[in-house]
């Protein structure tokens, strides 16, 4: 067991949490027991430095598609370490990546390599912002868009205007605002567009909401969102950091529920979460309106020192080989219906309210604690993790999963059995 205590403040320190593998964004002061490292991992499961093993439902929220450590993945990424970062010159690999990914999604035209889903959405943004002329964006509440978040939108404002960094060469005073609406409003969308036409760029939605505990949008939502926007010449911007790559059973969210966006931001399972990748995706059209300028002119002066990455190209790459040799699409549409099944046979067990499911996400909604929210989903999460070796996320009272998608239909049961037996006894 590792005893020192760590001096780092905390990110590092927070790694023995529950859940908490690399994650800085996770509650541990509460946490009581001795901290477990995780040292390996291997498919769906990991392994801590005392050699327990645990089965990983998170995924780290998405990204591990194909599970830990993928043989087909380090051996490219084994047979890539002979170059570092390329900022300046195209790698043959990168153009290569970019090619496949447009190439094998209708609609989509043009892609470009960032290094996160932070990064994509501000890319997202800046093209949009650089694209219209107009700076405010319509995000929703519940949606999570990666750390940029914090930038866009004041914490409890509602639908408020608030400071942007600065974009597309405005001042950030000038930047005005983004507006956050409650997730499935569309009147308020559509008024908020009436009325504010002139300066919005965008709308940005995930379009199954992840981290708000899987909000799966009513039949009609999407569509009428991209009517409005349609309408009123607004880019419609679909967050698919965790619904791209596979995890609905279709190449990205946006397939599987029928709404073609403008531009699509991705990351996590673009290279099963081997190494930090993002990607933004545009439909036909975008790309041209920055081809204007002066030949010596910089088309879109945005980009960052790790973009395209030669070892996060040489892993997408190879992820996108092992969707096509196992099948995992198919596998997902497979399992999806034996998934939901497992999941909803937790209703009524100790104090579920709710059970939600689409493709490989899931979650489980528990019923608040009067006067502590999130108290019974904390515990909940704590006691998977100690007393039954299982990772999974929690938001509040909501527990949610994101298994790997060569999981089994056996682990899947498992996984149930091991939630059900701490659902039975938490108080
Ligand atoms: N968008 C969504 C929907 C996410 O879930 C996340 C991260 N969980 C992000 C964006 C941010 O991605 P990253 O952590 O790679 O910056």
Same mark, same amino acid.
């Given at each position: 067991?590792?005893?020192?205590?760590?001096?780092?403040?905390?990110?590092?320190?927070?790694?023995?949490?529950?859940?908490?593998?690399?994650?800085?964004?996770?509650?541990?002061? @509460?946490?009581?027991?001795?901290?477990?490292?995780?040292? @390996?991992?291997?498919? @769906?499961?990991?392994? &801590?430095?005392?050699?327990?093993?645990?089965?990983?439902?998170?995924g780290s929220w998405g990204p591990l598609i194909l599970g830990h450590c993928p043989a087909k993945v380090q051996s490219a990424l084994r047979a890539q370490l002979a170059l570092g970062t390329s900022f300046g010159a195209s790698t043959e690999n990168e153009v290569v990546l970019a090619e496949m990914i447009a190439g094998a999604i209708p609609s989509i035209e043009k892609v470009r390599l960032v290094n996160s889903g932070t990064e994509a959405t501000m890319s997202a943004i800046?093209?949009?912002?650089?694209?219209?002329?107009?700076?405010?964006?319509i995000k929703f509440d519940g949606c999570y868009h990666g750390h940029v978040d914090s930038l866009l939108v004041k914490a409890g404002s509602g639908v408020a205007t608030l400071g942007l960094p600065d974009s597309a060469g405005v001042q950030p005073q000038e930047c005005s605002s983004t507006f956050s609406i409650p997730y499935n409003d569309a009147d308020t969308v559509q008024r908020a567009l009436e009325l504010n036409r002139s300066e919005i760029a965008a709308v940005i939605v995930e379009p199954v909401a992840g981290s708000a505990g899987v909000l799966v949008p009513p039949v009609?939502?999407?569509?009428?969102?991209?009517?409005?926007?349609?309408?009123?010449?607004?880019?419609?911007?679909?967050?698919?950091?965790?619904?791209?790559?596979?995890?609905?059973?279709?190449?990205?969210?946006?397939?599987?529920?029928?709404?073609?966006?403008?531009?699509?931001t991705t990351a996590k399972g673009i290279n099963s979460g081997t190494v930090p990748m993002g990607a933004v995706f545009a439909r036909a059209g975008l790309y041209e309106a920055f081809m204007q300028g002066p030949q010596q002119g910089i088309e879109f002066a945005h980009g960052y020192t790790y973009s395209a990455?030669?070892?996060?190209?040489?892993?997408?790459?190879?992820?996108?080989?092992?969707?096509?040799?196992?099948?995992?699409?198919?596998?997902?549409?497979?399992?999806?219906?034996?998934w939901e099944d497992a999941l909803h046979s937790l209703k009524?067990?100790?104090?579920?309210?709710?059970?939600?499911?689409?493709?490989?996400?899931?979650?489980?909604?528990?019923?608040?604690?009067?006067?502590?929210?999130?108290?019974?989903?904390? &515990?909940?999460?704590?006691?998977?993790?100690?007393?039954? &070796?299982?990772?999974?996320?929690?938001?509040? &009272?909501?527990?949610?999963?994101?298994?790997?998608?060569?999981?089994?239909?056996?682990?899947?049961?498992?996984?149930?059995?091991?939630?059900?037996?701490?659902?039975?006894?938490i108080e």
């Open positions: 067991m590792l005893k020192q205590k760590s001096k780092i403040l905390f990110s590092r320190a927070q790694r023995h949490i529950p859940g908490g593998v690399n994650s800085p964004v996770r509650a541990f002061r @509460s946490v009581g027991g001795e901290p477990r490292f995780i040292r @390996s991992g291997k498919g @769906s499961h990991v392994t &801590d430095v005392d050699g327990r093993h645990y089965i990983d439902y998170l800046r093209l949009a912002r650089a694209f219209t002329g107009r700076n405010k964006i009609g939502y999407l569509e009428r969102l991209r009517a409005i926007t349609e309408k009123h010449g607004i880019l419609l911007i679909f967050d698919e950091v965790i619904t791209g790559f596979g995890r609905l059973g279709k190449p990205f969210g946006w397939q599987r529920l029928g709404v073609v966006p403008d531009l699509v990455h030669p070892l996060a190209c040489a892993a997408s790459l190879a992820t996108l080989d092992v969707y096509r040799d196992e099948g995992l699409l198919e596998r997902v549409t497979a399992l999806e219906k034996h009524g067990v100790g104090a579920v309210m709710d059970v939600r499911n689409i493709g490989l996400m899931g979650a489980v909604e528990l019923e608040p604690r009067a006067g502590a929210p999130g108290a019974r989903g904390f &515990d909940t999460h704590v006691k998977t993790f100690f007393e039954e &070796d299982v990772l999974i996320r929690f938001t509040g &009272d909501i527990l949610a999963m994101s298994p790997p998608l060569i999981v089994s239909t056996s682990q899947i049961d498992e996984i149930v059995e091991r939630l059900r037996r701490v659902l039975e006894r």
